[in-house]
């Protein structure tokens, strides 16, 4: 009886070993701190004299949630080479974001392609009210109260890139009364 006891405590402790938590299946700590995310893998497929050639079209986003992110695209014609491309090509592009306290410190709407983006501010607690693709950058940037509205096309790199573009024009009132040679308390 023990013995029979002994072998479901190691299947389920193997169990428990190989099962990630919910919802956050893509996302993997690297050992600079920083999280990454596919968003997005594409077969793609190029008609050549001697037939079709496939290859990968990868879309990742890293980030640190603390306010630094990063997008980037890798093509390959594996898969696994493909997102490696991407989260370094991510990595590259990292911006800083302009936030005030967990959210965001002005509306923006931003237009990529035929995608547009529209971010609001919302009070504390309300979370990340936001779709797929949109999520992913607003998650891993960490900010965590905000509204995002996606208009337009919803093509995830499009949608990803409006985001990112939205993100990187964000500007605090600090920011924008020293630019004008002036102080917060005049704007």
Known sequence: MAEVNNKNNEKQQRRSENNRPRGKKND???????????????????TVQGGRTLSFSALCVVGDRKGRVGIGTGKARETVNAIEKAFNVAKKNMITVNMNGT?????????????????????????????????????????????AKNHGSNNKINT????????????????????????VEEL
């Open 103 to 147: 959210t965001i410190p002005h509306e923006i709407v931003m237009k990529y392609g035929a995608s547009t983006i529209a971010l609001k501010p919302a009070k504390e607690g309300t979370g990340v009210i936001a779709g797929g693709a949109a999520r992913s950058v607003l998650e891993l940037a960490g900010i965590r109260d905000i509204t």
């Open 28 to 46: 993997r700590p690297t050992d600079d701190g920083l999280e990454k995310r596919m968003v997005d893998v594409r077969s793609v497929q190029k």
């Open 160 to 183: 990803v890139r409006a985001t990112f573009e939205a993100l990187r024009a964000l500007r605090t009132a600090e920011q924008v009364a020293a630019s004008r040679g002036k102080k």
